[in-house]
């Protein structure tokens, strides 16, 4: 495949540029081809950070994709919903969602695998279907891409931000106001690196609101509404008010039995029918008692 950099391109890093172009496959894919020599900028071999001028002429000589790679294993999968391009899948507290540090098996992407002949490659041979994550303590429900067209359209809409993501927080503290709105920048914490913050001056933008369901003497219990998707997003946030989430060892609070976090209800466009869907978690059995003990 060849291309030529327009001045518009100008500035440009070469992966960034690659996958704009090629938006079917993940940016640590094309990475990887462009270190491999896959990738020639007027001829000559560049690296991944390579800075456009515009003009040049750009060839990429793909490689064949492996199959997956994650295994499949046959244990447990709640499907919440699920259509030719889209399914949804109900995550209880404690799965993981995909292979990492620490977690090779036993993960929603093994149960995905064994369930499903065919999901979406763009997030990369371990992720085979992800398009979005929770964390390994947060229940609820989570969208899977059937393929990489469907992943590529679901992908746009979580960049443009009409997804719809709700959940339900149980947080430390009396919140006083009725309903609040949180844009402050999240960045990796420098000193703890597992943890993520709000105190520096650098971050990603970020967009959390909530809403006030219930008050406790010692806890409210929360709507949160969330319009970008960053890591520890809701967890940190809801910290720096002073109102860490319930079950939070990392962000503050003493210890539980689980995190009180649950992805509630999730609304987006199906690739498939061009339709809006909505789909929605109940509240888990372990987290109604909790609420109910208050």
């Not at 890093?13 to 690659?18: E, F, G, K, T």
């Not at 001028?53 to 294993?73: H, K, T």
């Not at 065919?118 to 979005?132: F, K, T």
């Not at 999240?186 to 000193?191: E, F, I, Q, T």
């Amino acid at each position: 495949m060849t291309f030529t950099a327009g001045p518009q391109d100008a500035g440009k890093r070469l992966d960034h540029y690659l996958q704009e172009q090629l938006a079917q496959y993940s940016r640590s894919r094309l990475q990887n081809w462009i270190k491999a020599g896959r990738v020639t900028v007027s001829s000559a071999g560049a690296k991944p950070s390579l800075l456009l001028r515009g003009g040049e002429r750009i060839e990429v000589s793909p490689a064949d994709l492996p199959p997956l790679q994650a295994s499949p294993e046959d244990l447990p999968l709640e499907i919440l919903y699920e259509d030719a391009a889209v399914i949804a899948i109900d995550k209880p507290a404690g799965l993981v969602v995909h292979a990492g540090a620490g977690a090779h098996s036993g993960t929603l992407v093994n149960r995905l695998v064994h369930h499903f002949a065919a999901l979406s490659h763009v997030g990369g041979d371990l992720r085979p279907g992800i398009v979005h994550r929770l964390d390994k303590g947060t229940s609820g429900v989570l969208l899977v891409a059937r393929n990489d067209v469907a992943h590529q359209a679901l992908a746009s809409q979580f960049a443009g931000r009409t997804v719809e993501k709700a959940y339900l927080a149980l947080v430390h503290g009396r919140v006083r106001a009725e309903m609040g709105r949180i844009t402050k920048p999240v960045a990796r914490d420098p000193v703890r690196r597992t943890r993520m913050t709000t105190r520096l001056a650098t971050g990603r933008s970020a967009l959390t609101e909530y809403r006030v369901l219930q008050r406790f003497e010692k806890f409210s219990y929360l709507e949160v509404r969330i319009g970008t998707g960053r890591t520890h997003q809701i967890r940190v946030h809801l910290a720096s008010l002073g109102h860490p989430v319930v079950g939070d060892r990392l962000y503050g609070a003493p210890p539980a039995q689980r995190i009180f976090l649950h992805a509630w209800r999730i609304a987006f466009t199906s690739p498939a029918t061009g339709g809006r869907v909505s789909v929605e978690s109940p509240l888990p059995v372990d987290l109604q008692r909790w609420l109910a003990a208050l």
